[in-house]
């Protein structure tokens, strides 16, 4: 047993938004040492991102920054300022890992490159996420969540087939570049410890979704193979199977196939498995056989619950879930029982619960999670611990750096 997964490993956090801090985030999240870096007065751009407690706009009440940012501690460093440029010289000489997402050259621009950074500290991964990667013809180009996710993504298969392409709500992209880059970052960091040599880790949000495993892959492989670029498909009718309404809201379950007479049982007609419109499963993509079983399979329904429901469809060996709310989710005994959500107390946004870790350790005792820094929040503790005299912080505060 150790104290924590990534006890001892120091990261300089330089990003913003979202994909860089999901990456620092989950580096935090298994202890690490994170320093974050926002600039004085204004901060992170995520802190103007509700939700908000209340509904109330506030920089330090920003849902999506307080879920982004746990266990790191926070400072304010004016980086284009020849003495923030030095403190920032002075962390990455101090650190395992430096995370940036800025665009390309803006590094290079402040001072602190990769070939700077390595001089500094030869065993240094810097980590940097940006849209479209640090070289290639797309490099400076503009994007977003949207853009990537049409570029990059399964969006021209998404949505339905008479319709404009759909892509999935929230920053499903950032989130995934981000924990990209987590991975990417510890497995350089791996070979940073074998050899001593640091590297420079270039994620692409682009490249990320090019091979994201949510659909993209097998759509990448069947082309390679068939030359199909897929489309998105009709809304067609499947017996037995797909979102249905119940008593309050609505299930998911699979009753197609070799699966059609456990359906049958389960709702008290076995019946049906003979009847003329049915018994051929060629036949069941009918709508007419689809409305014949949905006369017997809505009452059924309509008399459970999503739970209840489920559960009859497991114990007759279908495949089934809920289609929950964040209501449900946050009420599902199974998290409770596992002990995911985890309750912070914030000295301005009070007691929220959040996320917990995407997975657990058995060989960690993983260290207690801490709320996400106020703005500055441990400035003076950190540059105290690079050597800094309080007349020296006192000099830079005055001046703004901080």
Request: glycine share 10%; net charge negative.
């Amino acid at each position: 047993m150790f104290d924590n997964a990534l006890a001892g490993v120091r990261v300089l956090d330089l990003s913003h938004h979202v994909a860089g801090p999901q990456c620092t985030k989950l580096l935090a999240d298994y202890g690490a040492d994170v320093i974050k870096v926002e600039r004085p007065g204004a901060g992170d751009p995520a802190r103007t991102m509700g939700p908000y407690p209340g509904d109330e706009p506030h920089p330090e009440k920003s849902g999506m920054f307080l879920h982004l940012n746990t266990s790191k501690r926070g400072i304010t460093l004016d980086l284009k300022d020849p003495a923030g440029l030095q403190v920032a010289k002075d962390l990455a000489a101090n650190s395992d890992i430096v995370v940036e997402n800025f665009r390309p050259g803006v590094m290079d621009s402040l001072g602190l490159g990769y070939e700077t950074l390595e001089a500094i500290n030869p065993a240094v991964v810097v980590t940097s996420i940006s849209n479209f990667g640090q070289t290639g013809p797309y490099r400076d180009l503009k994007s977003s969540d949207l853009v990537a996710y049409a570029m990059g993504g399964p969006m021209n298969i998404t949505g339905h087939a008479d319709r404009e392409p759909l892509k999935l709500a929230g920053n499903i992209v950032a989130i995934h570049a981000g924990s990209v880059g987590a991975y990417a970052s510890m497995v350089a960091l791996f070979e940073a410890e074998d050899d001593g040599e640091g590297q420079h880790v270039d994620v692409s949000v682009y490249e990320t979704q090019a091979g994201f495993r949510d659909r993209r892959v097998i759509w990448l492989t069947a082309y390679a193979y068939t030359g199909d670029i897929g489309s998105r498909p009709d809304p067609g009718i499947r017996v037995a199977s797909g979102t249905k309404p119940c008593a309050d809201g609505y299930v998911n379950i699979l009753g197609f196939g070799p699966r059609f007479r456990d359906i049958c049982e389960m709702i008290g007609h076995p019946e049906l498995v003979d009847h003329p419109l049915l018994s051929n499963p060629a036949g069941r993509s009918d709508p007419e056989a689809a409305y014949l079983f949905d006369e017997f399979y809505f009452p059924w329904l309509f008399e459970r619950t999503k739970l209840e429901a489920v559960n009859a469809a497991q114990d007759h060996h279908l495949l089934a879930g809920p289609i929950n709310n964040v209501e449900d989710i946050f009420h599902d005994p199974h998290f409770a029982e596992r002990g995911y959500w985890e309750s912070i107390e914030h000295s301005e946004a009070g007691e929220l619960t959040y996320p917990g870790r995407p997975f657990k350790m058995s060989g960690a005792e993983l260290p207690d999670r801490s709320p996400a820094p106020l703005l500055g929040q441990h400035t003076e503790q950190v540059l105290a611990e690079l050597g800094r005299s309080s007349d020296d912080i006192t000099e830079l505060r005055n001046s703004g750096v901080i």
